[in-house]
Antibody, heavy 122, light 107 residues
Framework: EVQLLESGGNLVQRGGSLRLSCAAS????????MSWVRQAPGKGLEWVSG????????YYADSVKGRFTISRDNSKNTLYLQMSSLRAEDTAVYYC???????????????WGQGTLVTVSS | DIQMTQSPSSLSASVGDRVTITCRAS??????LNWYQQKPGKAPKLLIF???SLQSGVPSRFSGSGSGTDFTLTISSLQPEDFATYYC?????????FGGGTKVEIK
């Protein structure tokens, strides 16, 4: 069974940093693109960032570009999101999601993890 | 960036009703359109990928259609477990983008 387990969410002050992790199991992690998607309280879904199977290609939403860094360790079956210069508007549940193939484009998200809550206090 | 516009933003329907949700892209995205269902407090679940392909395990009352800029998600006979929020998402170009969501409520 494919499983994704996020961790690292916490309460952090504005301007601070946080690293999220997503531990994957039940599939060949190194063969699939992965993404982070967030959902602010009571709001819709927002794609944050994605990377290819090798990690060689990374993509970001304009809202986080230059502040967030996505990476993966295929030897540990783990996806990361390093977040810095955090703002109140970054407060959200952050989900990791598996892509179908090796690239971020032309793909879909299945499954999703259960999410981890990041709260940025002002 | 490609903007995804869903309509309606919410609807009320009864069990057994046929429900249609539309999603429009700001430019052509071919068939690279996916649909997700989300229930309160839960992660989204993939329903339809590539505009019209039903994800394994999803009931056949769900169907998707469209290409280019206009897409629809149809629930042929609404069931109690279908009351949820539905999102479309394009994967044609980066940054990937979602529609604003359609909340399906009980009439």
């Amino acid at each position: 069974e494919v499983q994704l387990l996020e961790s690292g969410g916490n309460l952090v002050q504005r301007g601070g940093s946080l690293r999220l992790s997503c531990a994957a199991s039940g599939f060949t992690f190194s063969s699939y693109a992965m993404s982070w998607v967030r959902q602010a309280p009571g709001k819709g879904l927002e794609w944050v960032s994605g990377l290819s199977d090798s990690g060689g290609s990374t993509y970001y939403a304009d809202s986080v570009k230059g502040r967030f860094t996505i990476s993966r360790d295929n030897s540990k079956n783990t996806l990361y999101l390093q977040m810095s210069s955090l703002r109140a508007e970054d407060t959200a549940v952050y989900y990791c999601a598996k892509g179908l193939g090796t690239t971020v484009r032309y793909n879909w998200f299945d499954p999703w993890g259960q999410g981890t809550l990041v709260t940025v206090s002002s | 960036d490609i903007q995804m516009t869903q309509s309606p933003s919410s609807l009320s329907a009864s069990v057994g009703d046929r429900v249609t949700i539309t999603c429009r892209a700001s430019q052509s995205i071919s068939i690279y359109l996916n649909w997700y269902q989300q229930k309160p407090g839960k992660a989204p679940k993939l329903l339809i990928f590539a505009a019209s392909s039903l994800q394994s395990g999803v009931p056949s009352r769900f169907s998707g259609s469209g290409s280019g800029t206009d897409f629809t998600l149809t629930i042929s006979s609404l069931q109690p477990e279908d009351f949820a929020t539905y999102y479309c998402q394009q994967s044609y170009s980066n940054p990937l983008t979602f529609g604003g969501g359609t909340k399906v409520e009980i009439k």
